[in-house]
């Protein structure tokens, strides 16, 4: 299982980006994909996720400013970031979570771990 994230890059205040997250492998079904983001001198945080039955959960600093979606059929997540402000810099974090794969002998095996992809740069300028 391999998390893609890209959409990352340099954008004013007040502007916007959208990050795309793509998973790659055997999964039959996610649970819960999502995002992350670690600024300098900062711990991990929770950006935003969505369920595979469609709830989200926002951060509060970005509720009303970035949007959470996925495509189920595509194994992908989105997240639309309007409104930027400085304080969002960061490398943000695909996150998956409760997959449900696969075997090449056909069995369907559902795990608990965590997947997090390589991050992707978000800078915004003041």
């Known amino acids: 299982v391999q998390l893609q994230a890209s959409g990352g890059g340099l954008v004013q205040s007040g502007g916007s980006l959208r990050l795309s997250c793509a998973a790659s492998?055997?999964?039959?079904?996610?649970?819960?994909m999502g995002w992350y983001r670690q600024a300098p001198g900062k711990e991990r945080e929770l950006v935003a996720t969505a369920t595979n039955g469609g709830g989200t959960n926002y951060a509060d600093s970005v509720k009303g400013r970035f949007t959470v979606s996925r495509d189920n059929g595509k194994k992908m997540v989105y997240l639309q970031m309007n409104n930027l402000a400085p304080d969002d810099t960061a490398v943000y974090y695909c996150?998956?979570?409760?997959?449900?794969?696969?075997?090449?002998?056909?069995?369907?095996?559902?795990?608990?771990?965590?997947?997090w992809g390589g991050g992707t740069l978000v800078t915004v300028s003041s």
């Open positions: 996150y998956a979570h409760g997959l449900t794969t696969l075997t090449p002998t056909g069995e369907f095996v559902v795990d608990g771990e965590d997947y």
């Open positions: 492998g055997r999964i039959v079904r996610i649970d819960d």
